[in-house]
């Protein structure tokens, strides 16, 4: 059993400081997970990936509630899905009128509209791929493994014991059926990582 499989397993069993060592040990991982998330926000984002695994690492392992992780895996998958409610929680918070509303900031070296890339609205997405998690929640998870997690097809193929084939397959099928609901002229869910 490695280190991040003892730690979580102390973890499940209570152990205080099992959490402490824990941290060091994926803390890289995670800044890669956040930095590839953040990577297809809209220039102009406030929170960078150092707090995002802060406040994502303080949900999965301070919350009080009782963790259960099977696996490194698993517990990356749930680090993954902690991002993404981040994530749409201050686009939420951000769509209100008393944070500015339909009002976009812009960095002033990013004001060249023709600067930026195609962006995902993340709250349609998150309304969309809900939708999908109850039409089939195998092909959901994947995204968010994909999308919101960073993970590359064989390291998702693993995950869920799926063929890096069928991972695929899934994958191509779960972007077609988002796009349509998205309406595939304004948004790009691929990700650069192959």
């Not at 824990?22 to 800044?31: A, E, H, I, K, S």
């Not at 009782?66 to 749930?78: C, I, L, Q, T």
């Not at 779960?174 to 192959?194: F, G, I, M, Q, V």
């Amino acid at each position: 059993m490695n280190d991040v499989a003892r730690l979580l397993s102390s973890i499940e069993r209570g152990d205080p400081s099992a959490a402490e060592q824990l941290l060091p040990l994926v803390y890289q991982d995670l800044r890669k997970l956040a930095a590839a998330r953040l990577s297809r926000e809209n220039p102009g984002q406030t929170l960078d990936s150092t707090a995002l695994v802060h406040e994502a690492y303080l949900r999965l392992v301070g919350s009080g509630a009782e963790p259960n992780w099977e696996s490194r895996g698993h517990f990356f998958a749930a680090a993954a899905e902690a991002m993404r409610r981040i994530l749409v929680e201050r686009a939420r918070r951000k769509k209100r009128l008393k944070h500015g509303g339909d009002f976009e900031r812009l960095d002033l070296d990013m004001a060249d509209a023709t600067a930026r890339g195609p962006s995902v609205d993340l709250l349609a997405l998150n309304e969309a791929l809900d939708r999908f998690a109850l039409e089939d929640p195998l092909k959901a998870e994947l995204v968010k493994l994909r999308y919101f997690g960073g993970l590359t097809m064989p390291e998702i193929a693993r995950l869920l014991n799926l063929s890096l084939a069928t991972a695929e397959r899934h994958w191509t099928y779960a972007k077609s059926w988002l796009c349509a609901e998205l309406s595939e002229d304004r948004h790009d869910l691929d990700s650069p990582k192959k």
